[in-house]
């Protein structure tokens, strides 16, 4: 496919005068013809993010953002159609990028490692599970504050990790994506565990095993507890419903939940995450 044509310097210039036009239709028809321009016009657009116009600075902002989430959706994809397992600190990091692309990645990392050199100094190594496990829920649900989101459930939000913990909230599968990250850096046995309808942690060493509700504040369940979950919500029982979820299984459900998120919503975002869903196998 050729190139888009480059506008003429009077074109370029009659165009980004009228990007701060009040009339939204005027904006409207403005970015698309910027669009049409391709990426080249980020470069034109970028002095604008610094333009003492909040509308000038905020439409520049989104016609820029535009390219940067068709980039990093190409990104995405690429990783999703990998062979073998996948690396989730990095998959959801890309998934967050799609709908952020200005994220900071390094920041977050960085805010990560922060978090579990605090935990690490709490930690007693030579105590049983349950104390061990006492004193991550402490540190993540009462010093962090994080919780679940019960008021705005449906948020989009709330499956995207820069945005949790921006926000100290979020979804089962998300906080249990950030409490998984934590226990990575602190080599704790955990795992993800895909109930339907909820998402759990699981803690196992050779002496107790436990599940951990993280949205509901840590609460810990038995694999009793889980049984009588799938038999009062009337799930049939499978083995494999207990099964750790590998990391390709994970992106594939935070996905999945983007995916109904939009769609009740009548979202344009739905298709892309459809194509996120295929992309994983699912």
């Known amino acids: 496919m050729p190139a888009p044509e480059s506008p003429s310097a009077s074109r370029k210039a009659a165009l980004l005068t009228l990007l701060g036009d009040e009339d939204e239709g005027v904006y409207q028809a403005v970015r698309e013809r910027l669009i049409a321009g391709g990426p080249a016009v980020v470069e034109w657009l970028r002095p604008y993010l610094l333009s003492d116009d909040p509308l000038l600075r905020r439409r520049a902002h989104d016609i820029i953002d535009h390219f940067g989430r068709d980039a990093a959706d190409t990104d995405f994809l690429a990783f999703c ?73 449906y948020d989009p939000q709330n499956s995207y990790l820069n945005r949790v913990i921006d926000r100290r909230r979020g979804n089962p599968i998300s906080l249990c994506v950030l409490y998984l990250l934590l226990g990575r850096r602190l080599r704790l046995p955990l795992t993800g565990i895909g109930l339907p309808g909820h998402f759990l942690c699981r803690y196992q060493s050779a002496a107790v095993e436990y599940y951990i509700d993280v949205f509901n504040g840590g609460r810990l369940w038995t694999k009793a507890n889980c049984l009588q979950y799938l038999v009062r919500n009337q799930y049939q029982i499978r083995p494999d419903l207990l099964a750790p979820q590998t990391s390709r299984g994970i992106l594939a459900r935070m996905c999945r939940n983007l995916v109904n998120t939009y769609e009740s919503s009548h979202r344009p975002e739905t298709a892309r995450c459809q194509g996120y869903l295929a992309a994983l196998g699912f």
Do not use: C, K
Request: glycine share 10%; charged share 30%.
């Open 81 to 153: 159609v990998r062979p073998g397992e996948l690396d989730l600190e990095t998959g959801v990091w890309l998934l967050a990028r799609t709908e952020y692309p200005q994220l900071n990645e390094e920041a977050y990392t960085a805010q990560l490692d922060s978090y579990a050199g605090e935990l690490r100094e709490r930690l007693d190594r030579q105590a049983g599970g349950e104390v061990i496990l006492a004193a991550v829920q402490e540190y993540v649900f009462g010093a962090l504050g994080f919780r679940g989101d019960e008021e705005h459930y």
